[in-house]
């Protein structure tokens, strides 16, 4: 067991045997949330309510889960809570959208996966943190349809290519349902883990306060470093590159192009 496990386990046993003080903070957030209803947020007003809150420790620390329903999508989103949140200010918050073939599968054709692994391990060990984990697949557009997509750039398309030959923006995805999570969660003010200024926009767009910013760094992936450079160079992301670092900020940009460059070169 490695000392970070001892820890985790440490602080569950610490808990258990607590009076349950860390979950004073949002078990009623179900009761008031039951009859919830609001002019929704966003171009598609979406509203949500906390369904269910309960304890999650995990193998980067100890979590509570809470989920939500929306009156949109029909998805279940969820948020990782770690220590208390609720009406305070500066929580460090990071927003995720789901990456099945990433997060689960492992996939070398975006770092999804590392950004969802560092993020929780750096929120279990702040004071605080919630990360929001949105069920917006494949930059938005699904799937199956991220799916088609790299079925189409394996031809040659890059990323952009392939999502408008299906039909699609670059980017599908909607942070409303993030800014109505925060808002449920009586979060008074959030800094933001990113890179990306436009996601911070989006987020104060949609009234909710980002009073800071914690650049999400992950460690360097030799399979793709250069690729990253050239990205961040080309886009608007707040990055540097010391050596053996990069700041990919997931999905924040056509991350699947960087997988086509880790495999290797594309098939003809
Ligand atoms: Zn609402
Ligand atoms: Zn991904």
Redesign the pocket.
Same mark, same amino acid.
């Given at each position: 067991m490695t000392e970070r496990d001892e820890q985790v386990r440490a602080d569950v046993n610490a808990e258990r045997s607590g009076p349950e003080a860390g979950e004073l903070g949002l078990d009623d957030l179900v009761a008031h949330n039951r009859e919830h209803e609001c002019d929704g947020f966003g171009r598609s007003k979406v509203c949500v309510r906390i369904i269910g809150v309960a304890r999650l420790p995990t193998r980067f620390g100890l979590f509570r889960i809470v989920g939500f329903w929306n009156n949109r999508d029909g998805k279940e989103h969820v948020a990782m809570i770690h220590g208390d949140v609720r009406g305070k200010e500066h929580v460090p918050t990071r927003v995720h959208s789901e %990456?099945l073939? /990433? *997060?689960v599968m492992g996939?070398y !054709?975006? *770092? %999804? !996966?590392d950004q969802l692994e560092q993020g929780l391990q750096k929120l279990s060990s702040l004071e605080c943190g919630m990360l929001l984990y949105l069920r917006q697949e494949g930059r938005g557009i699904g799937l199956l349809n991220k799916i088609r997509a790299y079925a189409l750039q394996d031809r040659g398309l890059d990323t952009v290519e392939a999502n408008l030959a299906l039909g699609f923006r670059d980017d599908e995805r909607d942070y409303s349902i993030a800014a109505h999570m925060i808002a449920s969660l009586e979060v008074k003010s959030i800094d933001l883990m990113t890179n990306n200024p436009d996601k911070v926009n989006q987020l104060k767009a949609h009234g909710i306060n980002v009073a800071g910013r914690i650049p999400h760094q992950i460690p360097a992936n030799p399979h793709n470093q250069a690729y990253l450079e050239t990205k961040a160079n080309r886009s608007g992301h707040l990055m540097n590159f010391p050596p053996q670092t990069r700041l990919p900020d997931? /999905?924040d940009e056509p991350?699947?192009e960087s997988a086509g460059d880790a495999a290797g070169p594309r098939p003809a």
């Open positions: %990456c073939t /990433g *997060d996939s !054709r975006c *770092d %999804c !996966r997931q /999905g991350l699947a």
